[in-house]
């Protein structure tokens, strides 16, 4: 895998308070290595480290959207949910920032059978098929719809497992990231002082809670993901 410069500088990452961690009893001892000091009572972490790793995530990243590999993006806290599907939009990647459904990767038989309902729904609503509906059929198969939409929405196009999953807060999104270990599906994770390192592919050590820290780091994997996916238009 080929380097290059993604324009990560300690500076930005101090200014969107990527360095502040979780209170020094809150911390998983793992996370050693990437903790530089301690402030008030908050572990600081290492952006040395950070920038390392976030370096070699968009290195991956590069190299898979220029051989034209598939995305999702993770992220369902409510104030993240925005910057998740901003920046899957922006990448043209697929996402899930509401609810992770329990074996939406392991069971994807259901997953895929969920999905072509949602896709049934939406061709009859544009057709306008549930106008000829009765009032109370209609009704229905527009909660449906609905709840379709919230869950599945971010990945309506996804038409098999993805080749990269990219996670914003490990703890959070536990479950996803099992099922992607599972089925060895690799992982890039924002991890907090309070995480476990040796779970994602690679783990980049980064405040998880500040929403300037998350989206700093989502532009910076967005950023290499848009740059690979122009390599592969331009050479198919």
């Not at 920032?97 to 049934?120: A, I, P, Q, V, Y």
């Not at 089925?183 to 592919?201: F, K, M, S, V, Y």
Request: charged share 25%; hydrophobic share 40%.
């Amino acid at each position: 895998m080929t380097r290059r410069y993604w324009n990560i500088n300690l500076e930005e990452m101090m200014e969107a308070g990527v360095h502040f961690g979780h209170g020094t009893r809150k911390w998983n001892p793992k996370m050693a290595p990437y903790i530089s000091a301690k402030r008030k009572g908050i572990h600081i972490t290492n952006l040395t480290r950070t920038a390392r790793f976030l370096s070699e995530a968009c290195d991956l990243v590069f190299d898979a959207a220029s051989r034209g590999k598939q995305f999702l993006i993770v992220g369902t806290k409510n104030k993240e949910a925005d910057s998740v599907a901003w920046a899957a939009i922006r990448a043209r990647c697929h996402y899930v920032n509401k609810k992770w459904l329990g074996g939406m990767l392991t069971n994807w038989s259901t997953t895929e059978t969920r999905l072509h309902k949602f896709r049934d729904l939406r061709t009859e609503q544009k057709t306008g098929g549930l106008s000829r509906l009765s009032k109370r059929d209609a009704a229905m198969l527009k909660r449906q719809l609905s709840h379709l939409q919230t869950y599945l929405g971010g990945i309506k196009y996804m038409i098999g497992l993805p080749d990269i999953v990219i996670i914003v807060d490990q703890h959070e999104e536990y479950t996803a990231l099992q099922e992607c270990i599972t089925l060895g599906i690799p992982t890039i994770c924002l991890i907090d002082t309070n995480c476990d390192p040796d779970l994602a592919d690679i783990s980049i050590p980064a405040n998880d809670d500040a929403i300037s820290s998350i989206r700093l780091i989502l532009n910076k994997l967005v950023f290499a993901i848009c740059e690979g996916r122009s390599g592969y238009i331009r050479n198919p």
